[in-house]
C-alpha cells in the first residue's frame, strides 16, 4: 500500500512537471507584450528622424517623405505598433533602414559573436566562482576567507569597460597576449578574440556568484544534513562535494538567470570595446542611425532570450534539487 502510494506521488509529481513545462512559457506571452510596448515607445521617443539620418543633411522634403512612406514612418503611432506585431505574429521583423535588408536576417547574422560571448562568461564565471567559494566558505573567517571577500567586492564595483580596457592594456598591449578587437575566420582565431571579451564579463559575473555560493556553502557546512554525514565518519572533502556543494547551486542558478538582463547589458558595451560585430555592436550603431526597426529587433531578441534562460533556469533547479515546489 506505502509502495503503491508512493508510485503514485511520484507519477502525480512527473505529470505536474511535465505540465509545467509546457504551460511556462505561456506565462511569458504578457511579459512579452509588455516588453514590446515598452521597447516600441522608447525607440520612438530616441531623438531624431532616421530618414534625415539616412538622406543627409542636403535631403530635399520629397526625398524625406518618400523614405518615411517606404517604411511606414508617416503613419499615427498606433498603426505603427500594429504593424510591428503583425510582422512578428508573422515570423518577421520588418526591413532595416540603414543595411536595407531583413532585421530577422541581418540578427541571424550577428548572433553567433553574442551567443559565443554568453556561453564563454558564464563558463568563465562558474570556473572562477566556484573554487573561490569554496576556499572562503571551507576557511570561514581565516585570511583566505577575507581575501575572496575582498576581491568580489572589488569585482563588484568596477565597471565592466574599465575592466575591459584595463585588459587590453596589460594583456594585448603590454604581453601580446591576446588579439584586441574583431572576431577572426577560424574557430581558433575566434577563441583568441574571445578570451578578453569573456573574461571581463565574467571577472564582473564571477564575483557576484561568488558571493551567493560562499553564503550558500557556509549555511550548508552547518546543516544538520552535513552534522549528521560527519557523525557517519565521511570526511569532510566527501560531505562538501554530495550535500554541500548540490545544495548551493540551487540559489546560484536562479541569481545567474536574474542577472542574465544584465549580462546582456554587459556584452553590449564589452561588444563596443573589442569591436566584436554581434547584436551589441549592431544595437549601437542602429541607435545612433536611427534604425527603428534594428532597434526593435535586437531588444526583442535579448527580451526573448532572457525568458527563456529564465525557464531554462526553472528546469536547471529542479533537475538540482527535485524538492523544489514547481
Known amino acids: ?147 575572496v571577500r575582498i576581491v568580489s567586492t572589488m569585482g563588484i564595483g568596477f565597471p565592466p569597460f574599465w575592466l575591459a580596457l584595463m585588459l587590453i592594456i596589460f594583456l594585448s598591449v603590454r604581453l601580446s597576449l591576446f588579439p584586441v578587437s574583431g572576431y577572426g575566420e577560424t574557430w581558433g582565431e575566434k577563441l583568441a578574440h574571445l578570451a578578453l571579451p569573456s573574461l571581463t564579463v565574467a571577472l564582473s559575473l564571477s564575483a557576484v556568484l561568488t558571493r551567493s555560493l560562499r553564503a550558500a556553502m557556509v549555511q550548508g557546512l552547518a546543516s544538520d544534513v552535513a552534522t549528521a554525514a560527519r557523525a557517519r565518519g565521511m570526511p569532510e572533502g566527501v560531505v562538501f562535494r554530495r550535500h554541500v556543494l548540490p545544495n548551493a547551486l540551487v540559489p546560484t542558478i536562479n541569481l545567474l538567470a536574474v542577472n542574465t538582463g544584465w549580462l546582456i547589458g554587459g556584452t553590449v558595451v564589452v561588444e563596443s570595446v573589442f569591436a566584436l560585430p554581434g547584436l551589441g555592436q549592431l544595437l549601437v550603431r542602429a541607435i545612433f542611425s536611427r534604425d527603428y526597426m534594428v532597434v526593435q529587433g535586437v531588444a526583442m531578441t535579448f527580451a526573448c532570450a532572457t525568458v527563456l534562460v529564465n525557464f531554462l533556469a526553472d528546469i536547471a533547479t529542479v533537475a538540482v534539487d527535485p524538492r523544489v515546489k514547481l
Open 1 to 147: 500500500m506505502v509502495a503503491f502510494a508512493f508510485r503514485r506521488s511520484a507519477g502525480g509529481l512527473t505529470i505536474h512537471r511535465y505540465r509545467f513545462v509546457l504551460l511556462r512559457p505561456l506565462q511569458f506571452l504578457p511579459v512579452l507584450f509588455g516588453i514590446s510596448v515598452v521597447t516600441f515607445v522608447l525607440v520612438r521617443l530616441i531623438p531624431g528622424d532616421p530618414a534625415r539620418v539616412l538622406l543627409g543633411t542636403r535631403a530635399t522634403p520629397s526625398a524625406i517623405a518618400n523614405v518615411r512612406a517606404q517604411y511606414g514612418l508617416d503613419e499615427p503611432i498606433l498603426t505603427q505598433y500594429f504593424y510591428f506585431l503583425g510582422n512578428l505574429a508573422n515570423g518577421e521583423m520588418g526591413r532595416s533602414i540603414l543595411y536595407k535588408i531583413d532585421v530577422l536576417r541581418l540578427i541571424a547574422t550577428r548572433i553567433e559573436p553574442t551567443l559565443a560571448l554568453v556561453v564563454a562568461s558564464v563558463v568563465l564565471s562558474v570556473v572562477i566562482a566556484v573554487p573561490m567559494a569554496s576556499i572562503a566558505a571551507r576557511n570561514q573567517g581565516r585570511p583566505a576567507d577575507h581575501a
